[in-house]
């Protein structure tokens, strides 16, 4: 799979994406960069245990597939930031994040057409 091409063809979806990583269901990151200049809000150790704590909810609520379907996306808002977690295929999740005032729904479905 050619990571760093699915990370340019969303990273060019809007530019208020700030970040894009692709990792698999371990948190093992296959490509992860940030838009050129935009500032980086937390520090590496901070942003491994953000991408860690998305991974482990994803895996914690596909538990639960079976009674309610597969999982399409997760937003999460904050005031700074979006983050969206969705599935890039069974064994790999894309985690972007975007601006405040991006539309995330724009976004999502983009994401999924050019992950196809």
């Known amino acids: 799979m050619d990571y ?3 990370h340019e063809r969303i990273m060019n979806v809007d530019p208020r994406i700030r970040l894009v990583t692709i990792c698999d269901l371990n948190g093992k990151i296959m490509h ?3 838009r050129a ?3 980086n809000l937390l520090s590496p150790e901070e942003s491994k245990k953000s991408l860690e704590l998305a991974v482990n909810a994803w895996k ?3 538990t639960l597939q ?3 379907g597969k999982g399409k ?3 999460a808002e904050y005031e700074k930031i979006k983050r969206i ?3 890039l295929d069974e064994e790999h999740i894309l985690y972007i994040t975007t601006e405040v005032d991006a539309d995330h729904a724009k976004i999502i479905d983009s994401a999924r057409r ?3």
Do not use: A, C, F
Request: charged fraction near 30%.
């Open 85 to 87: 977690t969705m599935p």
């Open 66 to 68: 079976s009674k309610i």
């Open 60 to 62: 914690t609520r596909s």
């Open 32 to 34: 992860s960069d940030h």
């Open 4 to 6: 760093k091409s699915i």
């Open 114 to 116: 050019e992950t196809r």
């Open 73 to 75: 996306y997760v937003l």
């Open 37 to 39: 200049g935009v500032e």
